[in-house]
Nanobody, 115 residues
Framework: QVMLVESGGGSVQAGGSLRLSCDVSRIVFTIKTMGWYRQTPGEQREMVGT??????VVADSVKGRFTISKDNTRKMLYLQMNSLKPEDTAVYYC??????????WGKGTLVTVSP
């Protein structure tokens, strides 16, 4: 059963913007942290940004360009990506970490930034 559903990926030119969305409404347990990660072929998955009890952590590589936010009413997690660079090209994954138990991951959405 798919617990997290990402959307919003696509292709954009450098300098453009995209907004990724993640539907977390299927998670019925207490969430500790929500976040976005990304991965390119042959590389380890890296943290882009996380939200924990209102505290936001954003990777240095995207600071000032990407914003992570959530809508508690709609049970959605967002990643607003501005001033995109070719090096932002990756598969982006939504992550939910519970207070206890395993993490949940989405299937990923591809973001491609052309020069």
């Amino acid at each position: 059963q798919v617990m997290l559903v990402e959307s919003g990926g696509g292709s954009v030119q450098a300098g453009g913007s995209l907004r990724l969305s993640c539907d977390v409404s299927r998670i019925v347990f207490t969430i500790k942290t929500m976040g976005w990660y990304r991965q390119t072929p042959g590389e380890q998955r890296e943290m882009v940004g996380t939200l924990t009890s209102g505290n936001t952590v954003v990777a240095d590589s995207v600071k000032g360009r990407f914003t992570i936010s959530k809508d508690n009413t709609r049970k959605m997690l967002y990643l607003q990506m501005n001033s995109l660079k070719p090096e932002d090209t990756a598969v982006y994954y939504c992550n939910v970490r519970l207070t206890t138990g395993p993490d949940f991951w989405g299937k990923g959405t591809l973001v491609t930034v052309s020069p």
